[in-house]
């Protein structure tokens, strides 16, 4: 077993304030919307704790963009220019993913410290970081202030529309969550992804029949 540092501290700070944000987005924005089902907190304490987090979390998502535009580990984003190369690396980790993890097989992506996600990832990382997430931080700050935002408001559909497309990206965060924390306990070890945002270092093992590094 060999141990190799995949995610910088900067990386690590930042993925663990936003998963510990976003919890607490969803948690405060379920009550906000659903305050006659269950009360988790105060309708009031909700509403500011939702409004401080999400600004909390936009300033960590410009840390994040401006450690990856700043550095050489922009890297890890840069897409496969090949169509053919990169159809082919996705239907291979679609089957692993679909049946091969089933049988054993081995995982077709071998991480590196500039190349630590798989095809599949690299895809739906970038929209989700470059597209989803700014939308989602964009409507959040319209519905932040209605007032002194109306025209932007107006200029995207009216408040309706703002706000079904707030909701409708909070239902596509939580199922990639969900996705995420299982795909990440497919390591060696179910909790070998989780120590490795923590340490930094993935541990690679030397057969590659064993491994299901996500």
Request: proline share 5%.
């Amino acid at each position: 077993m060999n141990k190799l540092y995949i995610h910088p501290l900067p990386v690590r700070v930042w993925h663990w304030t936003n998963a510990f944000g976003f919890v607490l987005l969803i948690a405060s924005g379920l009550q906000i919307r659903y305050l006659d089902l269950f009360q988790l907190m105060p309708f009031q304490l909700a509403v500011q704790v939702h409004n401080w987090i999400g600004f909390i979390l936009i300033a960590n998502f410009f840390i994040w963009l401006s450690f990856y535009l700043f550095t050489d580990k922009i890297k890890v984003y840069h897409p496969e220019l090949s169509p053919v190369k990169y159809f082919r690396a996705s239907f291979r980790q679609m089957q692993f993913y679909g049946y091969g993890i089933f049988k054993g097989d081995p995982n077709p992506h071998h991480p590196t410290a500039y190349h630590k996600f798989n095809a599949l990832q690299s895809m739906l990382y970038q929209i989700i970081m470059m597209m989803l997430v700014p939308i989602q931080f964009f409507s959040g700050v319209l519905l932040w202030d209605v007032t002194r935002f109306a025209s932007l408001i107006d200029l995207f559909g009216g408040l309706r529309v703002v706000d079904s497309v707030h909701v409708l990206l909070f239902i596509v965060f939580v199922g990639f969550i969900v996705v995420h924390v299982y795909l990440a306990s497919l390591g060696h070890t179910p909790s070998a992804h989780f120590k490795a945002m923590i340490t930094g270092y993935e541990d690679i093992e030397d057969e590659p029949h064993a491994d299901r590094a996500v």
